[in-house]
T-cell receptor, first 117, second 115 residues
Framework: GAVVSQHPSWVICKSGTSVKIECRSL??????MFWYRQFPKQSLMLMAT?????????EQGVEKDKFLINHASLTLSTLTVTSAHPEDSSFYIC?????????????FGPGTRLTVL | AQTVTQSQPEMSVQEAETVTLSCTYD???????LFWYKQPPSRQMILVIR??????QNATENRFSVNFQKAAKSFSLKISDSQLGDTAMYFC????????????FGTGTRLTVIP
């Protein structure tokens, strides 16, 4: 159990277009999901915390108007990169907090590689 | 603020040997969780082992064990009988026990197991 999926696994888009990435918890309900960004050979940097039914909490330095997060259901959070530019090219990873676990564990999706031309 | 430091960017170990990855952290919290995650070439993050700060006993999970030194704020990972499949990036991570439950990651250690 505790599987998190992401779609798409990779995407290439032109500069100026918007891209939506989906994160789904397949076998549990996740009231909280997290979005991370990972540059090549670097660590995961938290972008925002997504809470079901409320506005996302963004980390300092992350543009909320550029990275739109919607957590409309207990199993789905979406990250939309608006007006993407080459510097937005990165690996985006989501994770979901499983409230049923006896300890605080996050389950990670397989990631989405975004390339902006 | 919480910070996690991994001072070894790269390490290698011979197959079947033992290797220890270092991690130190800084926090003013008294209770928290510590994790080691593995990220193989597939990029999927996999939980290796976790430790709750209020537990003095070091966590073990098959070939993986930790040396948790709370006073020193140190949390090293020991991999015994290294296997080729252990080749990956390893990230040390911190999470508060209460409140915001996001993870703070270290910069990672790239481990290569040599056949």
């Amino acid at each position: 159990g505790a599987v998190v999926s992401q779609h798409p696994s990779w995407v290439i888009c032109k500069s100026g277009t918007s891209v939506k990435i989906e994160c789904r918890s397949l076998d549990f309900q996740a009231t909280t999901m997290f979005w991370y960004r990972q540059f090549p050979k670097q660590s995961l940097m938290l972008m925002a915390t997504s809470n079901e039914g409320s506005k996302a909490t963004y980390e300092q330095g992350v543009e909320k108007d550029k990275f739109l997060i919607n957590h409309a259901s207990l199993t789905l959070s979406t990250l939309t990169v608006t007006s993407a530019h080459p510097e937005d090219s990165s690996f985006y990873i989501c994770s979901a907090f499983h409230p049923g676990q006896s300890y605080n564990e996050q389950f990670f999706g397989p990631g989405t590689r975004l390339t902006v031309l | 603020a919480q910070t996690v430091t991994q001072s070894q960017p790269e390490m290698s170990v011979q197959e079947a040997e033992t290797v220890t990855l270092s991690c130190t952290y800084d926090t003013s919290e008294n209770n928290y969780y510590l994790f080691w995650y593995k990220q193989p070439p597939s990029r999927q993050m996999i939980l290796v082992i976790r430790q709750e700060a209020y537990k003095q006993q070091n966590a073990t999970e098959n070939r993986f064990s930790v040396n948790f030194q709370k006073a020193a704020k140190s949390f090293s990972l020991k991999i015994s009988d290294s296997q080729l499949g252990d080749t990956a990036m390893y990230f040390c991570a911190f999470m508060k026990h209460t409140g915001a439950n996001n993870l703070f990651f270290g910069t990672g250690t790239r481990l290569t197991v040599i056949p």
